[in-house]
């Protein structure tokens, strides 16, 4: 069975700051790999997806790195804000399915 | 599209009722999933479908709970009867393409069990 780890379960930074939220998993026998936002309250909102064949992505201030054999993959977000607050979550997806981790929480403070 | 509807919002109940959910996946998309948040096990996976048919129901944690499809553009989770643990965000999701794992999600159902 998948298990997904993230590393840490909360981050609090300066407006300004980088952000370096990380992710492992267990079987790296994966299609792909998404970064997810998700709000309080509200539902998940699809930032990265990553390719098992792909080493990163990138989208604006955001850059998602995918290591398969290592089973981990790093999200770093560029010149924090406020707006950037809330909760990241990694899933990889093999098997037809996605295995999510617990979130990292992040509050960007102004 | 409206995106993945999911209803009610909110559900508040009392221990032994039976509680529906709802769900309107986006139109075109053959795959259906259903997760359960808490906050001690994250988000889980209970069912999926792949067009109105359940493929896989390994992560429905009892026969109280049960799913259906009747149609391409609905779908229900029921839980009866209901118990305090079951209290959990319960989100919906769709997807066009399986294997590429792009699922779109719905806002979710917070369900209260009193």
């Known amino acids: 069975k998948q298990e997904v780890t993230q590393i840490p379960a909360a981050l609090s930074v300066p407006e300004g700051e980088n952000l370096v939220l990380n992710c492992s998993f267990t079987d790296s026998a994966i299609y792909n790999l998404q970064w997810f936002r998700q709000d309080p309250g509200k539902g998940l909102t699809s930032l990265l997806l990553i390719q098992s064949s792909q080493r990163e992505q990138t989208s604006g201030r955001l850059n998602a790195s995918l290591d398969k054999s290592s089973g981990r993959s790093t999200l770093y977000i560029a010149a924090s804000q406020p707006g950037d607050s809330a909760t990241y979550l990694c899933?990889?997806?093999?098997?037809?399915?996605?295995?999510f981790g617990a979130g990292t929480t992040v509050t960007v403070r102004a | 599209d409206a995106g993945v509807i999911q209803s009610p919002r909110h559900e508040v109940t009392e221990m032994g009722q039976e509680v529906t959910l709802r769900c309107k996946p986006i139109s075109g998309h053959d795959y259906l999933f259903w997760y359960r948040q808490t906050m001690m096990r994250g988000l889980e996976l209970l069912i999926y479908f792949n067009n109105n048919v359940p493929i896989d129901d390994s992560g429905m944690p009892e026969d109280r709970f049960s799913a259906k499809m009747p149609n391409a553009s609905f779908s229900t989770l029921k839980i009866q009867p209901s118990e305090p643990r079951d209290s959990a965000v319960y989100f919906c999701?769709?997807?066009?393409?399986?294997?590429?794992?792009?699922?779109?999600f719905g806002a979710g159902t917070r369900l209260s069990v009193l």
């Open positions: 999701a769709s997807s066009p393409v399986a294997w590429e794992n792009i699922q779109y």
């Open positions: 899933a990889v997806g093999s098997d037809y399915k996605l295995s």
